[in-house]
């Protein structure tokens, strides 16, 4: 096979990684809004805040994408996972996938020669992807850099095994009886333009929280300048006394005397508070912007809309989210699938193909699991299904349905 090579995959990984940390500055809260340099007074361009849309859309869909085992296990893929800790495997590499698109599952062996599975983000490695099966043709990925960030420890990944660079140079090479890089994507959405799948930050995404943010900015400063009115007088003698500004906006009553001719021709006033509602309503409409693209409600983005709401109701308002998190299952199943198939080939030291474990399926539990409320309709439910077909309720099945 003809590979592109390492050093095409070094200049690919180094395109990547910028897109890929503008992702992680939103979900890490970290970015900056862009100021118009309109309605800023110069002393507050310093100024900034934040706002956790971001980290919330994708942490919505991740918590919700509980994988808990395998359905015909025949290849004991469970054990594996299990013995690498799959609580934490996964929930790493799914969070991952949901920021950058995809991360990835890198293979290899303990001192036993058991599979040893290992989570790597998608700034630290990158590959060339077989579309039909979803495994890597050749792959690339930084194991360590030093504090400067420059990559110490590198591997690059083929159909012949896997090469492990120091410093640039050749240290090591490991082969093994099955001939597939050892490298396995886990990506999210993917399409036949963009392999490696899409971010759940998505552009739309980023821009209405960088209008959030600037609305949070201009309500912060107008607050800032009309939480005491202005004030206004006339009337007053050029030659009187000039009043301290800070003292006439905090004092609660002032006292003014009479002119030379007994005449009192002063006249005070205050100009009208400034509401806060045009803020409050724009936030309001980037926030319904940004749940309508993630999926989620504005209950979910701190502003309330009714009381608490029912399990049927939760469900309902959030059907697209139930639908995304269904085919980010089918969508991850892939990634589970290769990344197991080729522990078990490392584990028993046999070439097995792919298609052999064609009958075996992740499972998933639902995205909504049942509360109290709605156990008692579930209970009458099964009772009806149970009478009418009795053996098709299994443990593992209502496992499946219900999440119980």
Known sequence: MEYVGIEFLKKLLTRKRIRIASRYTFYEMKNLAFDFGISTPPELKWWNSCVGWCAKGVDAL?????????????????????????????????????????????????????????????????????????????????????????????????????????DGQLIDQRTYRIKEPLLVPLFFKPDAKRPFGHSRITRACMSYVGSALRTIKRSEIAAEFFSFPQKWMTGVDPDAEELN????????????????????????????????????????????????????????????????????????????????????????????????????????????????????????LPPFQADVSMLGAIGDAIQKINTSYPEYLTEEKLLELTGI
């Open 62 to 166: 991740a918590d919700r994408l509980d994988f808990y085992g395998f359905k015909n296990d025949a290849f004991g893929l469970e054990e594996i996972f299990q013995a690498n800790n799959k609580d934490i495997l996964f929930p790493s590499g799914i969070l991952g996938a949901l920021i950058a698109s995809c991360s990835f599952i890198y293979v290899s062996e303990d001192d036993t020669g058991y599979p040893r599975l290992q989570i790597i983000n998608a700034d630290e490695a990158t590959g060339i992807i077989d579309a039909t099966t979803g495994l890597l043709n050749e792959g690339y990925a930084v194991l360590e850099r030093n504090n400067a960030k420059q990559p110490i420890m590198e591997a690059y990944f083929t159909h012949e095994g896997t090469f492990y660079y120091k």
């Open 245 to 364: 500004k800070w003292s006439a906006a905090m004092s609660a009553m002032m006292r003014f005397t009479l002119n030379e001719d007994g005449q009192d021709h002063v006249k005070l006033g205050q100009f009208s508070q400034q509401s806060m509602s045009p803020h409050v309503d724009q936030l309001k409409m980037f926030a319904s912007l940004f749940a309508g693209e993630v999926g989620l409600t504005l209950d979910d983005l701190g502003f309330p809309q009714s009381n608490p709401s029912s399990y049927d109701a939760i469900k309902a308002s959030h059907e697209n989210l139930r639908l995304t998190a269904k085919a980010a299952h089918k969508s991850f199943n892939v990634g589970i699938l290769n990344a197991g198939f080729l522990a078990a080939c490392i584990r028993d030291n046999y070439d097995y193909t792919r298609q052999q474990l064609s009958i075996t399926s992740p499972l998933w």
